[in-house]
């Protein structure tokens, strides 16, 4: 080894690029190599966003930005203080990238296209000389105590901190680590982190869509209703937004919240619940039961089918007319009540059974990863190992989709090298 400090950073994504290239620019004198298991570099900032990369959200609150996160919102409450959604904005308008905002609130590049954050961050990588090694899984850590490596062996001449076997039977010295491999799915695949003494909060998925296998809702695929309610009955957890019917279920913004906020729950139910939904929020029956009776006052001549007061996609109101076995023919003035009173429940609390999930597209984020007890916020080091740090989504960090964990992997991965680079200074 030179006599410069060398910096690994295992994990080629969003947030270990963001350490890699903050770590190499503040301190030049870093040798940093960013390891990638895979063949391909910042992948899913390549197809995020539909191939746009939504870089942030445009939230300008910490309070109100941390509602967007199921799980890790009190660490990154101290988190946000050191690097925040307007930091991220101006990080890369430094870098001639410009954001736009949505009127969602997704921020994406003004050129439309994640190729814009993919080049500028290569492009950083070449400017301070971060070093990039492909096809380089990490294996094995160990870790120097006392001068001897865990294992026992004599510390040999580099002096280092860290040795890393890859999966080629490559071995390679560090001084500082940093962790920024994204999540795993199964637990089994933590097991070269737990060796370093580290919990793992066991992963579930997250952001995934409804299946509802039979039900008939899925013959109107493609309907999109614009905000809808949904809740998984016998709980708390209540989403609320766009909702959109699909051939195997329920998706769209309102189900893939409320899959992020009850991941855990889902799972421990093997992805078997029911659920309600709330088709007009605005109400509820008693106040829908009301809206009804004035309708059918105002507008008693006009046959329901054709008359849908609420502004419900004509064919999803077909359907709620079917499934309440209402003649689409009969009048306002002569519907019956028992089918009134069947049209007002379905309407705001239709019950339908999920049957399983499917992965939303290729923006799928596992809850779960490094329990947060275990890492200072402040640096994101380390409690139990000196020089190791972490960033992104392999610690026990998710949201729901927007930005959100984006945010998250820009300001864990800026926190650590900001960390890593005090360290290497003596600060």
């Not at 070093?131 to 294992?151: L, Y």
């Not at 039961?289 to 006052?297: G, M, N, P, S, T």
């Not at 007061?309 to 007319?321: D, I, K, S, T």
């Amino acid at each position: 080894m030179s006599s410069s400090k060398r910096l690994i950073v295992i994990g080629g994504g969003a947030a270990g690029f963001f350490c890699a290239v903050n770590a190499a620019r503040l301190n030049p004198a870093l040798h940093v190599i960013l390891l990638e298991k895979s063949s391909k570099l910042l992948s899913k900032v390549k197809v995020s966003g539909g191939g746009r990369c939504n870089v942030t959200h445009a939230c300008y609150s910490v309070a109100d930005i941390l509602k967007k996160y199921p799980r890790g919102s009190a660490f990154l409450k101290k988190a946000f203080h050191h690097f925040f959604t307007t930091d991220t904005i101006e990080w890369f308008k430094e870098r001639g990238v410009a954001l736009k905002t949505e009127a969602d609130g997704r921020m994406f590049p003004q050129s439309n296209t994640s190729q814009t954050i993919v080049d500028c961050l290569l492009a950083e990588a070449d400017k301070y000389k971060v070093e990039i090694w492909m096809n380089a899984e990490v294996r094995k850590i160990r870790s120097m105590v006392n001068g001897q490596w865990s294992n026992g062996e004599s510390l040999n001449a580099g002096g280092s901190s860290f040795e890393l076997e890859l999966a080629n039977n490559k071995m390679v010295e560090a001084d500082y680590i940093c962790i920024a491999s994204g999540g795993y799915p199964k637990p089994a695949q933590f097991e070269w982190l737990t060796k370093t003494g580290h919990t793992i909060q066991s992963p579930v998925p997250s952001l995934f869509t409804l299946n509802m296998p039979g039900n008939p809702i899925t013959s109107l695929m493609g309907i999109t209703v614009e905000n809808a309610a949904i809740k998984i009955v016998g709980t708390k957890i209540q989403q609320e937004g766009p909702l959109l019917i699909t051939h195997w279920g329920l998706s769209g913004p309102a189900a893939l919240k409320l899959s992020a906020w009850g991941a855990r729950e889902m799972a421990e139910k093997n992805y078997h619940c029911t659920i309600h939904v709330n088709w007009l929020p605005a109400y509820n029956e008693n106040t829908l039961a009301e809206k009804v009776k004035l309708v059918r006052f105002t507008i008693a001549s006009q046959k329901i089918v054709n008359r849908n007061p609420f502004g419900l996609p004509a064919r999803l109101w077909e359907y709620f007319l079917q499934q309440c076995g209402i003649n689409p023919d009969l009048r306002w003035a002569d519907l019956p009540a028992k089918e009134q009173n069947k049209l007002v429940k379905i309407l705001c609390a239709q019950e339908m059974e999920v049957k399983g999930k499917t992965t939303f597209k290729e923006e799928f984020v596992t809850a779960g990863g490094i329990v947060l007890n275990e890492i200072d916020v402040n640096t994101m080091e380390s409690k139990i190992v000196p020089n190791l740090f972490f960033a992104g989504e392999i610690i026990d960090v998710d949201a729901v989709t927007g930005g959100f964990n984006f945010q998250n992997a820009w300001t864990t991965g800026w926190i650590a090298a900001k960390g890593i680079v005090n360290k290497s200074m003596g600060q």
